[in-house]
């Protein structure tokens, strides 16, 4: 089972059954049963019988494969060379070769098309987050933005995400093409107070004054060290 947003998937199995519909046919022909290539990759979702060991990578990558993201299940996003089916990776211990439809892409919101305030610009545009898979560059995505006028915001190339605005009924066109990996809503703006956090977090008390039976802690004098990991 491997889990997508709001989806609850279960490759299909089509490894060894393409294998045993093969079986005395010869070698299979060349397909594009897995998807168009792009810049001689093809981006699918692989799950395999078990956990790919050391020596198992090693075999995937003399076969072209390789694997990036993990998303549970033993499945991994994977690219593969063109042409290929998925009786091809048998002898590499996938079970499951295929393509990630687009609504296994968009985070729950833009599936359901609940676009909460703070990622609406205007009456019809939303921002939203978008990463892709590794066979394309940064300036291939963003000529692709630009080509259909949506704003461009921050960009990392090296997490391979850009922050984009764009119509609202655009989002599943975008989750539909290959070399997009996952959109999802901008983050939501931060807050100051925090008062959720205070009350979960039982401050509440502690900052009431003494006339309302709290203890009046309100910070002064009090020095606090930060430290970050890198």
Do not use: C
Not at 50 to 69: H, I
Not at 146 to 158: C, F, K, P, Q
Not at 162 to 176: I, R
Not at 179 to 192: G, K, T
């Amino acid at each position: 089972m491997v889990r997508f947003g709001q989806y609850e998937v279960r490759p299909e199995q089509n490894v060894l059954v393409q294998a045993r519909r093969t079986r005395g046919l010869g070698t299979a022909k060349s397909s594009l049963e897995l998807g168009l290539p792009l810049n001689g990759k093809v981006n699918v979702l692989m799950q395999f019988a078990k956990t790919p060991t050391a020596s198992d990578l090693q075999r995937l990558e003399a076969a072209g494969v390789a694997l990036s993201g993990y998303v549970g299940g033993n499945a991994y996003y994977a690219q593969v060379e063109p042409g290929k089916r998925p009786v091809d990776f048998r002898d590499l211990g996938a079970v499951s070769v295929m393509t990630m439809r687009p609504e296994w892409k968009l985070a729950t919101p833009l599936v359901a098309g609940e676009i909460p305030d703070w990622a609406r610009r205007g009456h019809e545009d939303v921002a939203v987050t978008m990463h892709w898979f590794g066979n394309v560059s940064v300036s291939y995505v963003r000529s692709y933005a630009a080509a259909r006028g949506w704003a461009i915001g921050e960009v990392s190339e090296v997490l391979q995400a850009m922050v984009l605005t764009l119509p609202a009924d655009a989002v599943k066109s975008l989750a539909a093409e290959p070399w997009v990996q996952h959109v999802a809503l901008v983050d939501p703006p931060q807050e100051l107070l925090n008062y959720g956090g205070r009350v979960l977090g039982a401050a509440m008390p502690a900052t009431q004054s003494l006339a309302l039976g709290g203890r009046g802690l309100m910070g002064k004098g009090v020095r606090i060290g930060l430290g970050t990991a890198t």
